[in-house]
């Protein structure tokens, strides 16, 4: 699918009736506190966060004309809603097909009058290019919104000013094909896996480390060297997950929650004796946490990769070792499939 054309006409693209104001005065209050003083030329930079399904992107970044990226789908809301172009810079450049609980990017906009051309005027605040921006992505595929907005000094960049990235991977453990619902949202893998052996394989990777043999061979970083201040894997509710009263009153009496990792795997699968008509056997949930100030490419989807086949049973936490050891790409397997990572937060000294 291509992506919107960023040189349409402003006066040929609707617009929103009316933006409506923010009535709170908390809110206009922590609108003031967060306003930067503005360039000398009347340009406002905003902090811009993003969520987004990345099924139906070729990926953050802008590409060839005709693909659809989250920039492309940005650049042209923005553009419908000022009625000139903009760039947008994006903190973390995803892959196709990686999606974003929030992503995080800025971009530049001169608020010039309608009525006088030529005529610059105040900036938006921020909660008004929240609702005006929103307003036309939702006109597109639906599958990307704006979630914050702060205005910031002219000078500061979504992805240099980053000061730590976390990721989150989901895999779904069982041998019953994905529901509907898990399309394009984790990796499938049929076979059991071993939680505890997991756990021991991020323990091996966790920490400052020369991570050549996770990176693509198309990596341009100047290092290998990376420290991982977060690498775990934990077991979590499936999701859509809707327990019975049954279900619920079992957990209560063994003090079970979701957010326990020593729960027994029999807790999130229903046994066939008890499946009735239409009931579907719900797979393991494991969830898999990367957390560093940076990565290389495609870093994660290899540790993944490597942490899965240890559950598995496919590879050792000594081969773990050996992989890493070796600083060569080529002595590790395949990575994760790029449906089950989510950029979860990008973390910024802000005022």
Known sequence: MTEENNNQSPESVDRPTKILKVSSSDEQDSERRTRMVQNPKGIQRYLVAIEYIGTKFSGAQQQAPHCRTVVGVLQSAFHKFIGQPVSIFCSSRTDAGVHALSNVCHVDVERISKRKPGEVLPPHEP??????????????????????VRCVAADFHARYKAQERTYFYRLLSGPESLSTFEKDRAWHVPEELDLSAMQKACKVLEGL????????????????????????????????????????ETQNLMGESCGNSNQNKTEWSIGESSLGFGMRRRHRCFVVTARARSFLYHQVRFLVGAIKSVGTGDLTVSDVERILEAKSVTANGPMAPACGLYLAHVKYDLP
């Open 127 to 148: 909660s008004v290019v929240k609702k005006a921006v929103n307003h036309f992505l939702q006109r597109n595929e639906g599958d990307i919104m704006i979630t914050d």
């Open 209 to 248: 480390h020369d991570f050549s043999s996770f990176r693509a061979s198309g990596c341009q970083a100047k290092s290998p060297i990376r420290n991982l201040d977060e690498l775990n894997v934990i077991e979590v509710c499936p999701s859509p997950y809707f327990p019975s009263a049954k279900e619920r």
